[in-house]
């Protein structure tokens, strides 16, 4: 594997370099080079160091894991050196659909078939839905709409396409267990876009899974060009792009307030003349390294009365000189009515650090009454009424908005982000005209 390294760095050197290392090759030495895996592939498409059951490749679209799957499998069945002792001989490729496994694993365009040199192919029979080597190794092609087909083969190693999509997920999973019984270290492959689902959040906390991840992008050398700048402009931050692109695993919190769909149904991508803008601030105690972010939201009212988060300007670590100009700065530039805080949670401490920058802004200090849950309920009302739109994506604001928990946490976290946004959305549209009152400092 150090060598298949080395090789890299002399391929991915200077073009010069590249060709004179090239020219000086045999053809033999050519095909080997072409088919030799550790060299072109990703450190995610490799099998991770150590002891493993389950090898989970989590990945965006067109992050390489079918491609990844099929040099294992390639490896596995034929002895390669950089991923076994010895060659095995039954493998188990378990798809979605019989169609999926082998339209995709099997003869896709990063299918078996196709990383294999010729010499070395395996033979695939269609009717018999199974490969066999020259060196006698064989795999059988399953689906999980049929967990029954796997009771009674067995096998030394399998390889598992796009589990989260599984019809029958655990049923399927839980026969292929009782079929791995062969050889001196029966494992598995899992390769698929992560999705909330309960057998991939199972097998992500297994201590007997590794885990790879990778976002689309660092596959971007073998993918059209273009492709992804147009879906990065559609995409990039949505609970869809997140998943599709990135790979993340982005899920709801039972009995949250706001659910990832709901904040999907919110989004527009543009927003209309607003007659009010704020800024609302829920500043950290301190700047170091354990305090909280400073929550810094802007939003607006439109004519038709519904409100338009426009940006979340929130730093992280942040002394309080820096978010205080960070604040001016989005009230100038979003021409703001005033700048919001709230006074039992810092809005005094806004109010003296404002005035020490710019005396002229205007701070509304709100007073907090309640918790931090019963603050945020009837502002969630409003998105499920759809009168709250996010103008693109603001990945991390909706993360602690779906991570929301009663007792006022997010993943165990003050939500400095959801603090902020809840005394812009309250300011825009709960407050009474003559509640808080604005206050020059």
């Not at 979605?96 to 990063?110: C, L, P």
């Not at 059988?140 to 599984?166: H, M, V, Y």
């Not at 994506?393 to 603090?419: K, T, V």
Request: glycine share 8%; hydrophobic share 40%.
């Amino acid at each position: 594997m150090t060598c298949a390294r080395s090789l890299r760095n002399v391929l991915s050197g200077s073009d010069a370099t590249a060709d004179q290392f090239l020219k000086d090759l045999s053809h033999k030495e050519l095909e080997f080079l072409k088919h030799d895996w550790p060299t072109w592939a990703h450190d995610h498409q490799l099998p991770p160091q150590g002891l493993w059951r389950v090898w989970m490749l989590l990945g965006g679209r067109g992050a390489g894991k079918t491609r990844a799957g099929a040099e294992w499998i390639r490896a596995m069945a034929l002895g390669h050196g950089w991923a076994t002792r010895r060659p095995v001989g039954r493998i188990a490729l378990v798809g979605e659909t019989i169609s999926d496994a082998r339209e995709v694993m099997v003869e896709g365009v990063s299918g078996i078939l196709s990383v294999h040199p010729k010499a070395e192919r395996p033979e695939w029979q269609p009717s018999r839905r199974r490969l066999e080597w020259p060196n006698g190794a064989v795999a059988q092609t399953f689906s999980s709409e049929d967990p029954e087909s796997l009771r009674g083969p067995q096998f030394d190693i399998a390889w598992c396409d796009e589990l989260a999509k599984w019809r029958h997920a655990r049923a399927t999973y839980d026969m292929l267990q009782f079929s791995l019984r062969l050889g001196d270290n029966p494992r598995q492959l899992v390769t698929t876009t992560p999705r909330p689902v309960p057998l991939v959040k199972s097998l992500m906390g297994d201590a007997d899974t590794a885990l790879s991840r990778a976002p689309t992008r660092k596959n971007r050398a073998n993918l059209a060009p273009g492709f992804l700048t147009a879906l990065k402009r559609t995409y990039e931050g949505t609970r869809l792009g997140r998943q599709e692109l990135d790979g993340e695993l982005v899920e709801d919190r039972p009995g949250a307030l706001w659910s990832r769909d709901m904040l999907e149904r919110a989004r527009v991508q543009e927003t209309p003349e607003l007659r009010r803008i704020v800024v609302a601030v829920d500043p950290p105690a301190s700047s170091s390294k354990r305090s909280d972010a400073c929550g810094m939201i802007v939003a607006g009212l439109a004519e038709d009365g519904r409100a338009y988060v426009i940006s979340d300007r929130s730093l992280k670590r942040a002394r309080p000189a820096d978010w205080g100009r960070a604040a001016i700065s989005a009230w100038r530039m979003f021409e703001a009515d005033c700048l919001i805080a709230e006074v039992n949670q810092g809005g005094e401490m806004v109010s003296a650090i404002i005035a020490g920058i710019d005396a002229g802004v205007p701070v509304k200090s709100v007073h907090a009454t309640r918790g931090k849950w019963l603050r945020a309920e009837p502002v969630a009302l409003l998105y499920e009424q759809g009168q709250v739109a996010h103008v693109g994506a603001f990945p991390e604001l909706e993360d602690e908005m779906a991570d929301f928990a009663p007792d006022g946490l997010s993943s165990g976290h003050s939500p400095d982000r959801l603090d902020a946004l809840v005394y812009a959305l309250s300011d825009l549209m709960l407050n009474e005209p003559s509640a808080p009152r604005i206050r020059r400092v």
